[in-house]
């Protein structure tokens, strides 16, 4: 192989510069709007919040200043939907591509609107309007249905037992399909199950933030139905702040989140008494300490009557 003169050789902090001019010099200037799903997210030492955001088969890397921060009117966090507002800028010590964040919102989805048809069939059923059950006064036992490879599984369980303490209820996850053309039946399926075995107090179904079209599975009228004839009183907790969906306007009580359909139950988590701690040894203290104060108290006396010491 023929040796290459020294001067085409270039350090990786020149590559790096160079990558960085060449993407910087068509994108600075231009700032655009993009939307997707809020995937890997942390926020840093100083206050920088770092998301990837991800539609169906791509990824780009983003960055919103701490300072920029503060002005949003919510919370970015995973499995939102939400549209970005910025530059391509290349952070050259590792010539990494992201978007310079200036502004965010969330995607803004419509309020769920039911097709007469679907209205139609569930009065037939006797299903609308939807008769509100009340939840248990106190719950002992949770029957969550949900993706046991889920984050909505992990936020709801770990909110619900760090709010609940010692009272916390028995959990049982019962996995279904979230997604897909089979997920409405396997949800209608697992409800019914449910409700056959009568095992559980509460039935909570949730799901983390995602597209329109992936939270349209619980439009269905399959899981509806479900709902609707279930003996078990059932709380929702799909997507996010701006979602809703049919079985949410079925359920007893509708949540925002997961996490907050675990905060709602963590209220009714059976309340523990405190130990009654033992007694016995620091009795038996104070029933010394009277003792000697009395022998004391009859030996001052005796001495005393007997004219004080000789």
Known sequence: MTEQPAETRRTINQVNNLVRALVEQETLGYPFWISGIVTRYYISNFGHVYFDLTDEDYTINCMLHERRRGLLDFEIAKGMEVEVFGSVRVYDKQAK?????????????????????????????????????????????????????????????????????????????????????????????????????????????????????????FNDIAIARAICLSTIPIITGIGHQRDDTLADQMADIKTITPTAAALELAKRAPQVAAPVQPTTTSSNRQLIVIAVIVIIAIVIVAVLLSGGPQ
Not at 131 to 144: D, N, V
Request: negative net charge.
């Open 97 to 217: 591509v992201q978007i310079d964040v200036e502004q965010a919102r969330l995607v803004n989805h419509d309020a769920y609107v039911m097709d007469i048809s679907v209205q139609e069939q569930l009065a037939q059923l006797g299903c609308w309007p939807p008769q509100k059950r009340p939840l248990p006064q106190t719950i002992q036992r949770i029957g969550l249905v949900t993706s046991k490879h889920a984050e909505a599984m992990r936020d709801f369980e770990a909110t619900y037992r760090d709010e609940s303490g010692p009272g916390a209820a028995a959990i049982q996850v019962y996995d279904v399909r979230l997604q897909g053309d089979i997920a409405p039946g396997h949800i209608a399926e697992t409800i019914e199950r449910l409700n056959r075995e009568n095992s559980v107090d509460v039935i909570a179904l949730v799901r983390g933030g995602g597209r329109e079209d992936e939270l349209a599975v």
